[in-house]
């Protein structure tokens, strides 16, 4: 099954002589269940492209679908439902409220829809992420690679059809990364979460079970299976 797909995705900013094209005809699918890395040089596109993928900027042309859902075809009403409802984000700098607890940063977005969680799915990603004696505890009160998994878990409370992290190890050290890195590996094994990550570190690609590699908005490469020992 394809969680998400692009078909000849262009993205292009500004006009004239200012005109950066971002994402140059990139097709490709994202398959659900699998946890996907995408990597390139800064300025690549890999932004654009999971702006693009999560209903965060529109395409000057192609399409993306979420699911059967062609993003293009959706009112700004839809759209607002689907990022809120469908998708989930971890960025690199966590953006967790400093006055809440773990437990409430993590339903946050649950609350905010109107949606009741359920209490078996709120269970299974606090073991999977290791947060249960940490609940009651506010983000100053946490390591980083702990908010990072609170992050984790708000995106995941939901069960979101596709979880979109943007360097989510870019401010960690190799320990609290590493955490983050099997967290995210377990929730698309034992949870059957879809993932794409955007990353620079070969060591985070290598958790993946494919890697989409950008160049100048085009996708260039792709590897299946990459192993820890990757050498880019
Ligand atoms: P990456 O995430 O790989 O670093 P981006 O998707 O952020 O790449 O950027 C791809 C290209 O598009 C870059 O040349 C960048 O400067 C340009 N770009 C991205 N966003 C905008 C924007 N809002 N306005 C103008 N140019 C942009
Ligand atoms: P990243 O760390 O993801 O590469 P960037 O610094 O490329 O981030 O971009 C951060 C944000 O700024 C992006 O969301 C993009 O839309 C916007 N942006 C990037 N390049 C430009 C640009 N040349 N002009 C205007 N906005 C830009």
Redesign the pocket.
């Known amino acids: 099954r394809v969680a998400a797909r692009a078909v000849g995705l262009t993205k292009a ?2 006009q004239g002589e200012a005109r ?1 094209v971002a994402l140059d005809d990139v097709s490709v699918e994202l398959e659900a269940g699998r946890f996907t890395a995408i990597m390139g040089p ?2 690549s596109g ?3 492209l999971m ?1 693009c993928f999560a209903a965060l ?1 529109s395409p000057t042309d192609g399409q993306v679908f979420l699911g059967e859902d062609e993003l293009g075809r959706l009112g700004d009403k839809r759209l607002t439902e689907l990022r809120r409802d469908r998708i989930g984000f971890v960025f ?1 700098s966590f953006n967790l409220v400093p006055t809440l607890t773990a437990q409430e940063n993590i339903l946050l977005p649950l609350a905010i829809a109107g949606r009741k969680p359920n209490q078996e799915w709120f269970d299974h990603v606090i073991d999977t992420v290791g947060l249960r004696t940490r609940l009651s505890h506010r983000p100053n009160e946490l390591s980083g690679g702990q908010q990072q998994r609170v992050a984790c878990a708000r995106a995941l409370a939901g069960r979101p059809e596709v979880i979109f992290a ?2 989510p190890t870019g401010n960690l050290d190799s320990t609290s990364s590493d955490e983050i890195l099997q967290f995210l590996r377990h929730s698309v094994d034992e949870l059957g979460q879809t993932i794409v990550m ?1 990353t620079h570190d070969p060591l985070a690609a290598g958790y993946t079970d494919r890697i989409v590699f950008l160049a100048d908005g085009r996708v260039v490469d792709e590897m299946l299976e990459p192993t820890s020992d990757l050498v880019l």
């Open positions: 900013y500004g950066v800064s300025g890999k932004s654009t702006h900027d690199q943007d360097e955007v």
